[in-house]
C-alpha cells in the first residue's frame, strides 16, 4: 500500500489563533511532501512543495510565513496556518511520494474553519 | 502551464446508465493521468491512474482511456448505481521541478433512483 494519514480531520479556530495540520506516510517513506488547498466549488491547488531537510517551496501567491512548512523527517511533513483569518477557511489536502517514482499518494484533508 | 478542463461539470442520470465523464489537458508532456472520486466534504479517493505509456486502465466498472496526441483522457462508468453519486476529478501530472498534478475543476455526478 501507500497510505497518507492527515491529522486532524477537521479544526474550528478563532480568527488570530495558529493551526497546525499533520501529514504522515505510514507504509513508506516520503521524500517528498505536497501540500494542496481547496476552496469550495474550486479545484485543488498546489501550495507548496516540502523535501525532506530542505525548506519548502512555495508556489506563487501564497505567503510562506503564513503557512509554515516543516518537513523534518522522511514521514512527517506539517502545515501552520499562523494567524488564522476567515478567509483562510478550506480543504487542506497533502500528498506524499517515494523517493522511487513520482506517483503522488493523497491524504484525507484537514478541513479548516477559522471564525 | 498545464490546463485541465472537465466536462461536463455537472450531470444527473437514472440508475443502470453507461456514462462518459470527460477530462482534456493542453500539455501532452504528461507523466501520467489519474482520475479521483471526491465524496462531499471529503478526500480524495484514487480510482484509476494511467502511466504515459498506457492507453486504457479498468477496475471493475470503471474505465479510463488516455490519448496524450489529442490531450484528452475519458473515464467510463458502466452501469451507474446511486453510491456512484460523487465528484470526480481528473489530474495530469507534468514536469514543474518534479512531477505535479494539476486538476480539473471535476464533474459533480448524481446518480438518482
Known amino acids: 500500500g501507500a497510505v497518507v494519514s492527515q491529522h486532524p480531520s477537521w479544526v474550528i479556530c478563532k480568527s488570530g489563533t495558529s493551526v497546525k495540520i499533520e501529514c504522515r506516510s505510514l507504509?513508506?517513506?516520503?521524500?517528498?511532501m505536497f501540500w494542496y488547498r481547496q476552496f469550495p466549488k474550486q479545484s485543488l491547488m498546489l501550495m507548496a512543495t516540502s523535501n525532506e531537510g530542505s525548506k519548502a517551496t512555495y508556489e506563487q501567491g501564497v505567503e510562506k510565513d503564513k503557512f509554515l512548512i516543516n518537513h523534518a523527517s522522511l514521514t512527517l511533513s506539517t502545515l501552520t496556518v499562523t494567524s488564522a483569518h476567515p478567509e483562510d477557511s478550506s480543504f487542506y489536502i497533502c500528498?506524499?511520494?517515494?523517493?522511487?517514482?513520482?506517483?503522488?499518494?493523497f491524504g484525507p484533508g484537514t478541513r479548516l474553519l477559522v471564525l | 502551464k498545464q490546463e485541465v478542463t472537465q466536462i461536463p461539470a455537472a450531470l444527473s442520470v437514472p440508475e443502470g446508465e453507461n456514462l462518459v465523464l470527460n477530462c482534456s489537458f493542453t500539455d501532452s508532456a504528461i507523466y501520467n493521468l489519474q482520475w479521483f472520486r471526491q465524496d462531499p466534504g471529503k478526500g480524495l479517493t484514487s480510482l484509476l491512474l494511467?502511466?504515459?505509456?498506457?492507453r486504457e486502465q479498468t477496475s471493475g466498472r470503471l474505465n479510463a482511456s488516455l490519448d496524450k496526441s489529442s490531450g484528452r483522457s475519458t473515464l467510463y462508468i458502466a452501469a451507474s448505481q446511486p453510491g456512484d453519486s460523487a465528484t470526480y476529478l481528473c489530474a495530469a501530472s507534468s514536469w514543474g521541478g518534479s512531477y505535479i498534478p494539476t486538476f480539473g475543476r471535476g464533474t459533480s455526478l448524481i446518480v438518482h433512483p
Open positions: 500528498s506524499a511520494k517515494r523517493e522511487s517514482g513520482e506517483t503522488q499518494y
Open positions: 507504509d513508506f517513506q516520503a521524500t517528498t
Open positions: 494511467i502511466q504515459s505509456s498506457q
